[in-house]
């Protein structure tokens, strides 16, 4: 995946996120997100897929076979037992195992990432749970024919899109094989936003993603590039949060802002949940809770 900004007007936008996401030019799909960034994907073909679905065809067929053998040891001692345990892993196997796979493992069976694909939202967002179980109950009727179904259903979209993939709203993507290095984003001397200077806007979990990823690898931009590419969802976010305090810190240190709003968010959450495990267990704030 690779990102680039642009620096359209906001009235744009709407047309530009529409255009990027209806022109698809050979096997890349570029979706341009709220905050302006266009994301490139390279699209699976049918053939890589097919590859990945038969590696995994092998693994779900030893994992029935390594249970059959189980069973028949433990059917000597409770026959009813493993007779039933059996039937639950056939059904986990042939409706669980995609839907697990990739709703837990950011969208990747075990044939999938040996061939370095993915399952994402076609909005460029990673699978989550219900849309990876979306797509793989609709499986069946991809399947029907030997997957003629599916297989025709790629060939005639754009995006490659098997029937699953159309009504969960997921493209499968080839990853790339570049590696950037990333260092850790140091937050110890970041201070969060001041709440009195933010309104109620809350960043979605996509976007402090983003965010992560790209303060931990600045390194490998320039001192210049990397502000220049971050000042554009630095504007972008304080817009969005209607930001009042020291503007200077979004147009002379946006990646400074950007580490500032991820540790405001991030750790906001995590406090809201320990403070909710607490208010459970009867204990105090968290910051009452490190006091004691």
Not at 129 to 143: E, G, I, T
Not at 194 to 209: A, H, M, T
Not at 230 to 247: T, V
């Amino acid at each position: 995946m690779t990102f680039t900004a642009t620096s359209e007007t906001a009235t744009d936008v709407p047309q530009r996120v529409d255009s990027f996401r209806h022109n698809v030019l050979g096997l890349e799909m570029q979706v341009e997100t709220p905050e302006n960034v266009i994301l490139t994907y390279q699209l699976a073909g049918p053939a890589q897929r097919y590859v990945a679905y038969m590696i995994d065809l092998v693994i779900r067929v030893l994992m029935v076979l390594g249970m059959m053998i189980i069973t028949r040891m433990l059917g000597i001692v409770l026959p009813g037992t493993a007779f039933g345990m059996f039937l639950v892993f056939s059904f986990l196997n042939t409706w669980g195992y995609y839907t697990i796979s990739e709703g837990f493992f950011k969208g990747q069976s075990i044939g999938k990432h040996f061939c370095g694909l993915r399952v994402i939202r076609d909005e460029g967002y990673p699978i989550t749970f219900w849309p990876a179980l979306l797509r793989n109950l609709v499986r069946s009727a991809d399947a029907i024919v030997f997957y003629g179904i599916g297989i025709t259903s790629m060939l005639l979209t754009r995006r490659f899109q098997r029937l699953g993939d159309l009504v969960a709203g997921t493209v499968v993507i080839q990853e790339r094989s570049l590696t950037l290095p990333r260092k850790p984003v140091i937050l110890d001397k970041i201070q969060p936003l001041n709440k009195n200077e933010i309104g109620s806007f809350l960043p979605r979990d996509e976007v402090l993603s983003l965010i992560d990823e790209f303060i931990g690898r600045r390194h490998v931009l320039t001192y210049d590039r990397g502000h220049a590419l971050a000042a554009i969802l630095a504007n972008s976010l304080a817009e969005r949060l209607n930001y009042s305090g020291d503007p200077k810190k979004v147009t002379h240190y946006p990646m400074a802002f950007l580490a500032a709003v991820y540790k405001t968010f991030s750790f906001a959450k995590e406090e809201e949940e320990q403070e909710a495990v607490n208010a459970y267990h009867g204990l105090g704030s968290p910051a009452e809770v490190n006091r004691e």
